[in-house]
């Protein structure tokens, strides 16, 4: 849905700090002024789902700030970010804080590689329920523990659509082993994490059980990564916004050939993280028949 500016000034707020540094009379200095003017919200409100559907996203305002500048200084896409992340006329004509990450997001038109690291950490959450789901004695503790897992699962194959992020650079190479490996990370923390759940599940109530839950939990690993890739929710919205991001969720679901891409990602991303599952299920070795 659309992001808006804040109306109040943010913590570090270049503006307040630096703007009388800015040469009066330049475009700097009048996009810091009158953004809003010239590029009104109401103007770009078509482009975006209604509210209520998806996270915010960077304000239009700042985004048409960005490339009024990057028009007028002939810069590339990476040329802008760079410019957006360490020039403080940048900062201030675009309304950014002074430290980026502080209150606003990242740069515009850059991925940061924290989100990234982040995105792995995330992948890890799940082997950590999974492993809780595994080893609790209880069996009072499994129903809230995986719930859990199956919130967090999309996360690990989620990292196989951060190949979005790839641009054609002098860092290309490094980026597509760096995107590669995270991917391939996130797929078999994702297929360990499910076989520790599938391991305890047949154990407690039979094979048909285990399997049957394997399935259901690929599906709806597979929906979830369309949320957040798409619709840009994480879990924790779940219980946050659970209201909100039910709605767009069911939206989605109910006109499936009506939003071709993320019906197609989300098969795709089902049909490899299952079959990935599957090959490495048939690597692991069978348990040994109880001794009588």
């Known amino acids: 849905m659309q992001?808006?500016?804040?109306?109040d000034?943010?913590?570090l707020d270049t503006e307040a700090l630096a703007g009388h540094l800015i040469p009066a009379g330049s475009m700097f200095a009048f996009l810091a002024a009158h953004r809003a003017e010239v590029f009104p919200d109401a103007d770009y409100a078509d482009l975006f789902a209604p509210p209520g559907f998806g996270r915010p996203s960077?304000?239009?305002?700042?985004?048409?700030?960005?490339?009024?500048?990057?028009?007028l200084h002939d810069f590339s896409d990476r040329e802008t970010a760079e410019a957006v992340r360490f020039d403080v006329r940048w900062k201030?004509?675009?309304?950014?804080?002074?430290?980026?990450?502080?209150?606003?997001p990242?740069?515009?038109?850059?991925?940061?590689?924290?989100?990234?690291?982040w995105n792995l950490v995330l992948a890890w959450i799940p082997v950590f329920f999974a492993a809780g789901f595994a080893g609790v004695r209880q069996r009072v503790w499994l129903i809230p523990l995986g719930l859990a897992w199956l919130a967090f699962l999309?996360?690990?194959p989620y990292l196989m659509t951060d190949l979005v992020h790839l641009g054609s650079s002098?860092?290309?190479?490094?980026?597509?082993?760096?995107y590669a490996v995270a991917a391939w990370t996130g797929i078999v923390l994702g297929v360990v994490s499910m076989r520790l759940v599938h391991q305890r599940i047949t154990r407690e109530f039979g094979a048909e059980a285990g399997w049957t839950a394997v399935v259901v939990s690929v599906g709806l690993c597979a929906i979830g990564v369309?949320?957040?890739r798409f619709q840009r929710w994480n879990s924790w919205d779940l219980l946050t916004h659970p209201d909100a991001v039910a709605a767009s969720t069911f939206d989605w679901v109910r006109s499936p050939l009506a939003y071709v891409q993320p019906t197609g990602v989300a098969l795709a991303v089902g049909a490899f993280f299952g079959l990935a599952y599957l090959t490495l299920w048939s690597l692991w070795p069978s348990p040994e028949p109880a001794r009588v």
Request: net charge positive; glycine share 6%; with cysteine.
């Open 3 to 7: 992001g808006f500016e804040r109306v």
């Open 9 to 11: 000034r943010q913590l």
């Open 58 to 71: 960077v304000p239009a305002t700042r985004m048409a700030a960005v490339m009024t500048l990057q028009t």
């Open 92 to 104: 201030v004509a675009c309304g950014l804080a002074l430290v980026l990450g502080v209150t606003d």
């Open 106 to 117: 990242a740069p515009p038109l850059s991925y940061p590689t924290r989100f990234f690291v």
């Open 154 to 156: 999309p996360n690990a």
């Open 170 to 178: 002098v860092e290309l190479w490094r980026h597509v082993m760096q």
């Open 226 to 228: 369309v949320i957040g």
